[in-house]
């Protein structure tokens, strides 16, 4: 069983399924749950139907990596649920548009939060 954040989308959402096809279950851990949430593409929604659709194993949990209460809901509940965390993949996090010199503080300061 794995925990995959920032799996709402890209990398994460790629590495999550790339584990459901090899076996394993997968909790899928993002922000982002459903449309309309978020101005970029990608929910957890759309990425556990894409793995349960081709057979695979894998759920959707609402949580912010950047909110210590989150992170211990989420690995309460996977424990609880499934008996055992065998992998966590923290993919959570944003990269802002641009280069560094140009980058505003906030997002420089949320990229690295």
């Known amino acids: 069983m794995a925990i ?3 799996a709402s989308r890209g990398i994460g959402a790629d590495v999550a399924r790339v584990l459901a096809r090899e076996g394993m ?5 993002a922000r982002t749950e459903n449309d309309g949430e ?8 759309d990425v556990v139907a894409s793995i349960t659709e081709t057979g695979g194993k894998a759920v959707a949990r609402r949580a912010d990596m950047s909110k210590e209460d989150d992170v211990h809901a989420l690995w309460e509940w996977s424990v609880a649920e499934f008996g055992r965390v ?20 906030r997002h420089f300061h949320l990229a690295f939060q």
């Open 86 to 105: 065998d992998a966590v993949i923290n993919n959570a996090g944003i990269s802002p548009n641009g280069t560094i010199e140009k980058m505003n503080w």
């Open 25 to 29: 279950t997968v909790v899928c851990a």
């Open 4 to 6: 995959v954040t920032g």
């Open 38 to 45: 978020s101005r970029i593409p990608g929910t957890l929604t």
